[in-house]
């Protein structure tokens, strides 16, 4: 089935480590998002890719990083520098201009 | 810069109650698209539909209808004859000519109760 995989469901880090959560499309779409989600706060852009190899900041893009090696593969890396992690992540790839959504990543820092 | 507003935090209603969940949004791009999400308790965020800024037409799927009104920036959400089912919270986005990401409301938590 098409769709957009994002792995673990769950994911626990200790604090001062960098985790990556990972997010696979085979729908071939080329621009692919990664979106925070906070309780009560909706949605917000972290970083987003438009073809492999390019990607540009979002709106809260500090102490995130991303890498476009693939069109298939958009992973993120969420590292020390970013002070308050505990978050629902969401991936989503894009075909005429609409998004579709993984069925997210929830990252607790223990 | 863009933004999107859902005043309504929560909305509760009886079953089979007709319910309308409001959008307002504000951007300066001349062709912008708005779009409405469900997100169930499961997470993912799940598409309803997408408007184009030049279609000022309301649409209706089932028991499902947007009113779209660039006069007063307003794309709102109409679910007729509510089901338990369709509890859960609905997001209003926009996004503007380019290819930068959706902005998001903060969400409306709909719960219908049986």
């Known amino acids: 089935d098409g769709g957009i995989t994002q792995s673990p469901k769950y994911l626990f880090r200790k604090e001062g480590q960098n985790v990556t959560l990972s997010c696979e499309q085979n729908?071939?779409?080329?621009?692919m998002y990664w979106y925070r989600q906070d309780p009560g706060q909706g949605l917000r852009l972290i970083y987003y890719?438009?073809?492999?190899?390019?990607?540009q900041k979002g709106d809260i893009a500090e102490g995130y990083s991303v890498s476009r090696e693939k069109k298939e593969s958009f992973p993120l890396t969420v590292t020390s520098a970013q002070k308050n992690p505990t978050a629902f992540y969401l991936c989503?790839?894009?075909?005429?201009?609409?998004?579709?959504f993984g069925q997210g990543t929830r990252l607790t820092v223990v | 810069a863009q933004k999107v507003t859902q005043a309504q935090t929560e909305i509760s209603v009886v079953e089979k109650e007709d319910v309308t969940l409001d959008c307002v949004y504000e951007?300066?791009?001349?062709?912008?698209?708005l779009f409405w999400y469900k997100q169930p308790p499961s997470g993912e965020l799940v598409f309803l539909i997408r408007?184009?800024?030049?279609?000022?037409q309301n649409e209706i799927s089932g028991r499902y209808s947007w009113n779209f009104q660039k006069s007063t920036s307003s794309f709102n959400f109409t679910i007729t004859a509510s089901q338990v089912v369709d509890s859960a919270v609905y997001f209003c986005?926009?996004?503007?000519?380019?290819?930068?990401?959706?902005?998001f409301g903060k969400g409306t938590h709909l719960i219908i109760q049986p």
């Open positions: 986005a926009l996004r503007g000519g380019g290819a930068d990401g959706l902005t």
């Open positions: 729908l071939n779409h080329d621009a």
């Open positions: 408007r184009n800024s030049f279609d000022e």
């Open positions: 890719s438009q073809i492999v190899n390019d990607f």
């Open positions: 989503a790839s894009s075909m005429v201009r609409v998004a579709f």
């Open positions: 951007t300066r791009d001349t062709t912008y698209y």
